[in-house]
T-cell receptor, first 111, second 114 residues
Framework: KQEVTQIPAALSVPEGENLVLNCSFTDSAIYNLQWFRQDPGKGLTSLLLIQSSQREQTSGRLNASLDKSSGRSTLYIAASQPGDSATYLCAVLDSSYKLIFGSGTRLLVRP | NAGVTQTPKFQVLKTGQSMTLQCAQDMNHNSMYWYRQDPGMGLRLIYYSASEGTTDKGEVPNGYNVSRLNKREFSLRLESAAPSQTSVYFC?????????????FGAGSRLTVL
């Protein structure tokens, strides 16, 4: 059974700091892994998608890596801003097309 | 605009009432999903449909039924609502777009069971 874990559950950093969010999964047989952002009371916005054959994806200040063999992914946010404050969720698409989410990391970037 | 449409956005039910949440996508995606999200928790998969004509249980299927009516529509039914089903429900679809598997979410449906 695929399980997805995100650490830490919450993170508070001062503006300008670089930070890393972690995601781990128990079954390496995945099609892809995605990182999402969710603002309070809102839906989910896709940030980055990494196919199982890829090692990383970049979009602006965001960089996501994938190590399928060890069951790990990281989301790196450079030069954090208060507008980055949100909950970040990772999800894996497994071999049966089931999409499983982690419980998220709540990020607060302090001005 | 292309995307996933969920209805209703808000609903209040009494314990024991039934209701159906509707979801439709116009992106020709094969797979569709229903999730619930509770405070402090991530999204938990209720049911999913990998392709038209198939449905499978997710992590928390008890108390729910689904119907994949056609490729576009995937509905979630609560036959006898319970207070434990108070939650925000999200529908999503995924499919190949330009060689990548794209996942798109609806805006969510907030359900309160009294």
């Amino acid at each position: 059974k695929q399980e997805v874990t995100q650490i830490p559950a919450a993170l508070s950093v001062p503006e300008g700091e670089n930070l890393v969010l972690n995601c781990s999964f128990t079954d390496s047989a995945i099609y892809n892994l995605q990182w999402f952002r969710q603002d309070p009371g809102k839906g989910l916005t896709s940030l980055l998608l990494i196919q199982s054959s890829q090692r990383e994806q970049t979009s602006g200040r965001l960089n996501a890596s994938l190590d399928k063999s060890s069951g790990r992914s990281t989301l790196y946010i450079a030069a954090s801003q208060p507008g980055d404050s949100a909950t970040y969720l990772c999800a894996v698409l497994d071999s049966s097309y089931k999409l499983i989410f982690g419980s998220g990391t709540r990020l607060l970037v302090r001005p | 605009n292309a995307g996933v449409t969920q209805t209703p956005k808000f609903q209040v039910l009494k314990t024991g009432q039934s209701m159906t949440l509707q979801c439709a996508q116009d992106m020709n995606h094969n797979s569709m999903y229903w999730y619930r999200q509770d405070p402090g928790m991530g999204l938990r998969l209720i049911y999913y449909s990998a392709s038209e004509g198939t449905t499978d249980k997710g992590e928390v299927p008890n108390g729910y039924n689904v119907s994949r009516l056609n490729k576009r529509e995937f509905s979630l039914r609560l036959e006898s609502a319970a207070p434990s089903q108070t939650s925000v429900y999200f529908c999503a679809s995924s499919g190949e777009t330009s060689g990548a598997n794209v996942l798109t979410f609806g805006a969510g449906s907030r359900l309160t069971v009294l």
